[in-house]
Structures are given as structure tokens and as C-alpha cells.
């Protein structure tokens, strides 16, 4: 009998808060307050205070936390946003739902993020043709932050806005500093996937900075700064009570459930280092917080169809960067060829990882890929 383990299991974590969310979420229930009161503002704050900043934003999602930071910003139509191809789509998304226009960079190959070389050239070449680049958004991918120092130095040379995509980086740190505290503002996702996953949509926008985080909110809800009065062309994008209170409980584990990632990450650090497979590494002054474990195969493929066949949960993040994809093939903007994101698209494989992992399931993951690396021997004393 094979030892299932999925690749991520988010009711695993419900199941480990059980009893401390449904108190939270009874409490929401009977207080019959359920949009944008006590626990929303509660969980801003802390939050906010988390990352090292000021402020928070609740919203209904991470997408919409990087459409509220971009217009909070004024990014709007004719304006140029960098950013890269290897990431949800989500970030080309937002920069489109603004009315901006994407001009996607390629990746450093090792960290999967955003290339600061390419930052510099995409903004000389982009102004020189006419665009008006006003912003950039490093995406820390898989929990690995970008570069952050170089990417601010840079910008800041530029008169560009820096908005981080952190859905996949909470509670990293870069060089001290969390990210999300190094740019302007920083968008964070709440997905229930996510390191600190709600159980439900949801996400929040944190800044530093004053008159951005009351744009933000009077943009949030309609515009209005007294109700039913709209001051400036608004959304409707909340993060409602029931999930604040979720996601205030979850918080107070998150540090303790990332060392657990990283535990986690080691064992395969050690345990696969084989042949045909490329192992995440860590660059910089960072911390690590595993949101996925992604190694990297030419014979992808063939690895995650003998995982599945032992019970083992895979999924590739992400099959396509966004320039190859049909809504998006032959119409954005892109700065030179992008092998890196093309490379690593076609190589990528995230294996399980989540808190709630025992050590047996580690094994059996790790046991599934050396079978794997022995097929072809196997395969060939048969043969022969």
C-alpha cells in the first residue's frame, strides 16, 4: 500500500486550529457585525505590525491588494509597470485591471525572481520608446525574496514606485527586514494555500506610508470618505470579519509553522540530492520560508507521473510564464527573450510541503523520488 501525501493540505491546518478558529468564528457570527468591523481593523493592525509597517488594508484578495497599491499609487492608463513573466498571473493581472501596461523582465535563474540588471535596462529602453515606467513589483516567488536592496536603489535612481507581491513570502526575511517592508506598499494573498491561509479569499495591502494607506482605504469601499459619498472613482474590495478572525488566529503560528517548512526543506536539502534533479538554494542575507519546495527536472514530467502512481501530490508553479500564454501571447510588452522563464517553466515541480507534514510523509516523499532516479539503471540491466 502507497503512502499518499498530498501536495498541500489546507484543512490539515484548519484541523490544527480547529478549536481556536471556531471560537473566532462563533464570536464574528453573534456579534452580527460581519463587514469591515472590530476584527478586520484588529487584524490590520496586527498584521501591519508584523511585517514592520504602519499600516494595513484588508481586501477581498491578493490580486486586488496589487490593483489598490497601483491605484493608490495613480498608476493608471499609459503608465508602464516591470515586473516578470514567472509568476501567477495574477500580478500581469492587477497591473492590466488598472489599465496599465506590463512590461515583463526575465527571472535570476537561481532565485527565480526578478533580475536587477534587467530592471535597469527594461526602464532606460521602455522610456526611451515613449512609455512612462512608473513602478516595478519584485514577486518573492515560492517564499524567496527578490533582491530587494539592489531592486530599491534602482528604483528609487528612476522616480519608480516599488510594490512587492508578497503572496508567497509571508514572514521572509531580506537583510533584517521582512518582506513586504521594503517598498512603497506590498500586496499580500491570503489564499487558503498560502503560508498564512484563510479559509476563504482575502488578502491586504501594507504600507509605511500615511497618505498612501488613506487612498488606499478610501479607494477600497467606493471612494468615500462618509458614507454613500464617493470623493474619487473607488472599488469594492473587503476582507470580511470571519475571515480576519481566522486569519488573526493563524497568525499567531505562522512563525512556528514556517520553521516547520524549513525543517521540512532541509530533510529534502539532504535526502535528494540525485542525479537529474535541481535543488532550491538559498542567496543573500534571507530567510527562507518554503511556501514551495520546486526543484527542477528536464524529465519533469516523468517525475511527477511516478510520484502521482506512489500516492504523491506534485503541481507545477507555473506551466506557462505569462507571455506564452494564449490572453497574453504576441500583445504585452516584453524586454528582450526571457530564457530563464521559459527554462524554468519547463522544468519546475513543487513537491508537498505544508506544516502539518509528519516526518513519515517526508520519507515517503523522499523514498518516491529515489525510486524514481533508479528506474533508468532498472530499466536498463533489463534490457540488457
Not at 540588471?117 to 515613449?130: D, N
Not at 533584517?176 to 517598498?183: D, E, L, Q
Not at 520546486?294 to 507545477?316: K, N, Y
Request: include cysteine.
Amino acid at each position: 500500500m502507497t503512502h499518499s501525501v498530498p501536495q498541500c493540505d489546507p484543512k490539515a491546518n484548519y484541523l490544527a486550529h480547529k478549536e481556536a478558529i471556531d471560537a473566532a468564528v462563533r464570536a464574528v457570527l453573534e456579534s452580527g457585525w460581519y463587514i469591515l468591523g472590530k476584527e478586520v481593523t484588529a487584524f490590520e493592525a496586527e498584521f501591519a505590525a508584523y511585517v514592520g509597517v504602519t499600516h494595513g488594508v484588508g481586501v477581498g484578495s491578493g490580486t486586488d491588494a496589487l490593483l489598490l497599491a497601483l491605484r493608490a499609487c495613480a498608476i493608471g492608463p499609459g503608465d508602464g509597470v516591470i515586473t516578470v513573466s514567472h509568476t501567477a498571473v495574477a500580478t500581469v493581472a492587477a497591473i492590466e485591471m488598472a489599465g496599465a501596461t506590463p512590461i515583463l523582465v526575465d527571472i535570476d535563474d537561481e532565485r527565480f525572481t526578478l533580475d536587477p540588471a534587467l530592471l535597469e535596462e527594461a526602464i532606460r529602453s521602455w522610456r526611451g520608446r515613449g512609455v512612462d515606467v512608473k513602478a516595478v513589483i519584485p514577486v518573492h516567488l515560492y517564499g524567496h525574496p527578490a533582491p530587494m536592496a539592489r531592486i530599491v536603489e534602482i528604483a528609487r535612481r528612476h522616480n519608480l514606485w516599488v510594490i512587492e507581491d508578497c503572496a508567497q513570502a509571508h514572514g521572509a526575511w531580506i537583510d533584517g527586514r521582512r518582506a513586504g517592508a521594503w517598498g512603497d506598499l506590498a500586496a499580500f494573498s491570503f489564499y487558503p494555500t498560502k503560508n498564512l491561509g484563510a479559509l476563504g479569499d482575502g488578502g491586504i495591502l501594507v504600507t509605511g506610508d500615511d497618505g498612501l494607506a488613506a487612498r488606499a482605504r478610501q479607494i477600497r469601499q467606493y471612494g468615500w470618505q462618509q458614507r454613500y459619498i464617493s470623493e474619487v472613482p473607488g472599488i469594492n474590495t473587503r476582507l470580511d470579519e470571519v475571515q480576519a478572525a481566522i486569519l488573526r488566529v493563524k497568525l499567531a503560528a505562522l512563525d512556528a509553522e514556517n520553521e516547520r517548512r524549513r525543517r521540512i526543506a532541509a530533510r529534502y536539502d539532504q535526502e535528494l540530492t540525485v542525479a537529474l534533479l535541481r535543488l532550491p538554494t538559498v542567496h543573500g542575507n534571507v530567510t527562507h520560508v518554503y511556501h514551495q519546495y520546486v526543484v527542477r527536472s528536464p524529465e519533469r514530467d516523468s517525475l511527477a507521473a511516478h510520484l502521482r502512481s506512489q500516492g504523491i501530490g506534485t503541481l507545477v508553479h507555473y506551466p506557462q510564464p505569462v507571455h506564452c500564454q494564449p490572453a497574453y501571447r504576441d500583445r504585452i510588452a516584453v524586454h528582450g527573450d526571457l530564457p530563464h522563464s521559459e527554462a524554468a517553466a519547463a522544468q519546475v515541480l513543487s513537491l508537498p510541503i505544508f506544516p502539518e507534514m509528519t516526518d513519515a510523509d517526508v520519507d515517503a516523499v523522499v523514498s518516491a523520488v529515489h525510486a524514481w532516479v533508479a528506474q533508468p539503471a532498472d530499466a536498463a540491466e533489463q534490457a540488457a
